[in-house]
RNA sequence: GAGAGCGUAGCUCAGUUGGUUAGAGCGACAGUUUGUGGCACUGUAGGUCGUGGGUUCGAGACCCAUCGUUCUCCCCA
């Protein structure tokens, strides 16, 4: 027999890592609620359609198809050799698939929003957490399932829903004590670029090869572009505009003698400037405009944000940024949307390597008992039962076995008490309560047990 | 889609230019006079060296293939 395994990508949590997700889990929730957004939940898997063309030719090679049942249907058999030459050809069809795992949660909302917009409230303020599924070669930070924790908000296009969703961030990753920085930039300030350089056909070639700048620097990015048949002052002014730097302030003056004539380009200015200035100046948000800053999903049509940790190499642990007309590919026009996403696994991952989960989150069982024989075990059974109907979790040892072994279990356990009925405490009607951490036990009678646990557990 | 590294005990890894019966630490289990854990000591179990082929008198080591895994690029959270 083959030795058991997971897919590529996939990986089991045990109980000390579910306790550190669900830390991050409930901080998320907990600052999605206070700012008013509401839950939803979407299936697994979607219609392939509802997938198939939203991410861009790159993102639908990584979408987990799943394949039709009853192929092998021996009526159907020319025709599934038919659709089988055109899957070989690249063209994925309905008869051997017609369903696909969620990729993000952003496009199941679009249709969820389509599907039901005569029944929402607007503006529509969701959250998500779900996990998604993608066919990516797995590395550092990088899984084929992992959550993603959205909040979005449809129907209004007042840029004070941007100035809020920065906040939330910036709230939830002080809560986490987690230092970051919230990169931002405008679509509208890259497609008037685009414009001024050449037209808005190039928008795509040029963000792509500006994207790169940290990565490779400014001559390859020229060598790209070069590649990309822009002209000499074309590139001369792209590299001009990546050379800009300094503060916010400096970098909002900069751009507007760069593009500002544009008046897309002043749009998009201005949209940085209000959230920029829709902050408290003396505790102000890790906000830092990015003019390279870009994204691959093509949806996004205004504000962009992509926040990075300050002090771990690690890809963006979130992203997000405005659409306006996503729900329209699913046949409801003016629907403008906003929404960022919380990327839980990357967060874990440099929150591990930082060190910054909390040391008390593992918490055991509250209490053991001992099992010392068959009578002293019956009566800590009836004890443990009056334990847990006061909400105070405990178990009995398996079996009769040496103390020895008994103290290791909950040793390893991590339970913070023991209780130990023997024959001397059968007979008198009492028990002895040790605590593990500080090795101090009191015999006490076994009718104060309850009162003395609860005592003792409200002070931990 | 392109490239690189690594697969030896449950885990982390040693293993010399190819040379007898493949080792250690941790963990597991048992014991150190059966009512007090962590420490220490003693002992036990556990490996067809990922798989298949090849080179060789001889392969854990060298070569080829294959599977798995990690990482980089692409792209992304």
């Not at 999605?32 to 939940?41: D, H, M, R, S, V």
């Not at 998500?128 to 899984?143: E, L, N, S, T």
Request: contains cysteine; charged residues 25%.
């Amino acid at each position: 027999m083959n030795k058991p395994s997971i897919p590529q990508g996939t990986r089991d949590f045990n109980a000390a890592t579910i306790y550190k997700r669900n830390y991050i889990f409930n901080t998320i929730r907990q600052a999605f609620q206070l700012y008013g957004f509401e839950p939803l939940e979407t299936p697994a898997f979607e219609n392939i359609d509802t997938l198939m063309g939203k991410y861009g030719e790159e993102g639908d090679k990584l979408i987990f198809k799943i394949l039709n049942n009853g192929l092998d249907n021996p009526n159907k058999h020319l025709e599934v050799t038919a659709a089988f030459q055109k899957i070989l050809e690249g063209k994925p069809n309905k008869t051997i698939t017609e369903r696909a795992l969620r990729y993000d949660l952003t496009i199941p909302f679009a249709r969820y929003v389509a599907m039901n917009h005569g029944q929402l409230t607007f503006p529509f303020k969701r959250y998500q957490m779900q996990p998604v599924w993608r066919a990516d070669r797995p590395q550092k930070g990088r899984y084929r399932e992992f959550y993603q924790c959205d909040a979005d908000i449809v129907g209004s296009t007042t840029l004070m829903n941007e100035v809020e969703l920065a906040h939330l961030y910036a709230h939830v990753f002080n809560m986490l004590n987690l230092p970051v920085t919230i990169k931002m930039n405008n679509r509208k300030i890259l497609a008037a670029l685009a414009d001024i350089c050449g037209g808005a056909e190039k928008l795509t070639a040029i963000t792509v090869a500006i994207d790169k700048l940290d990565k490779v620097g400014i001559d390859k990015v020229k060598e790209e572009l070069q590649q990309r048949l822009l002209t000499e002052s074309q590139i001369e002014t792209i590299a001009d505009f990546l050379k800009i730097k300094g503060t916010n302030e400096e970098k909002l003056q900069a751009l507007t003698q760069s593009i500002g004539n544009h008046s897309l380009g002043k749009e998009g200015i201005a949209d940085l400037q209000f959230i920029l200035h829709h902050q408290d100046p003396t505790n102000p948000l890790p906000l830092e405009i990015d003019v390279t800053l870009a994204r691959g999903l093509n949806y996004y049509t205004g504000t962009i944000f992509e926040v990075k940790a300050t002090d771990y190499n690690m890809g963006s642990i979130g992203g997000g940024g405005r659409y306006d007309n996503l729900t329209e590919l699913f046949g409801v026009p003016n629907m403008p949307g906003v929404g960022i996403s919380f990327g839980v696994d990357r967060i874990y991952d440099v929150m591990e390597g930082l060190d910054l989960f909390p040391k008390q989150l593992v918490k055991g069982t509250d209490v053991l008992f001992f099992n010392l024989g068959p009578e002293e075990s019956n009566r800590a059974f009836s004890l443990l039962q009056n334990l847990r109907a006061q909400n105070i979790s405990g178990e009995l040892y398996h079996e009769t076995a040496k103390l020895d072994k008994q103290f290791k279990y909950a040793e390893k356990k991590g339970i913070a008490v023991v209780v130990i009925i023997g024959s001397k405490e059968l007979a008198n009607n009492n028990c002895t309560v040790k605590h593990l951490a500080t090795g101090q036990q009191n015999t006490i009678p076994q009718s104060e047990l309850v009162n003395y646990l609860a005592t003792f557990e409200s002070g931990l």
